[in-house]
């Protein structure tokens, strides 16, 4: 983990920098300098998962294939109407689902898993707060949803991403404890910004390269609306679309 070193870096520093600076009237200006810098990289770090500050997440593949994956649902709306185009296309994508929502509706987690994607853990309740939880809760969270969607599709789910894409030191032990592998994006939509779907059509394409991870919401309408188009545009790219398991070479659940 990065962010071990840069505070045993930060402790050297601040103690070098204390004797160097003792006599001077620049002590207290340069040690608040350096905390200032180490608290940026390290809100630096949590919101940014490719940076693997805190854990290490899988951000893309080696592959010329790319992944699409869908975080947020299952949606009683749009996953069926994303489920629909996907099917049509003869795509496969990965769904990154809460807990909460797939025990509400547990028939489109199986119809997620039935026509062919992957169900991977977004956490059981997406709290807004969830990365202030202790290391007990936050591992309890992540297994609450381990448990629901195992009772769902027979297979227990090893791919997880964490909610808002923020990390910190809870969860590498949390992930451990579940065997869990943490996932990330190398390609952020924005699709819950995009202002049309043109936006986001292009804000896929313009960017897209080979082993992009790309980063939807299966809770959009703007998301459905842009897909065929996404997809026709990859196609023509010559880049295949394939489940996040084959673009990152991993298993998507747990061995029997
Ligand atoms: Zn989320």
Redesign the pocket.
Known sequence: MKHNIITVLTLTTLVLCGVIFLETDFLWFVLGAILFIYLGVTAYGSYQIQANYFINSVNRGKKKSVALTF??GPDPEFTPKILDILSEKNVKATFFVIGKKAEKYPDLIRRIADEGHIVAN?SYS?HYLIALFSTSRLAADLKKCNDVLTGLVGKTPVFFRP??GVTNPFYSSAIKQNGLISVGWSLRSMDTRAQSKYALIDAVISKLKKGDIVLLHDRLSVTAEALPDIIEHINTKKFAIEPLSAVINKDAYVKD
Do not use: M, S
Request: hydrophobic residues 15%; proline residues 17%.
């Open positions: 975080d947020d977004h997406h909610p808002f």
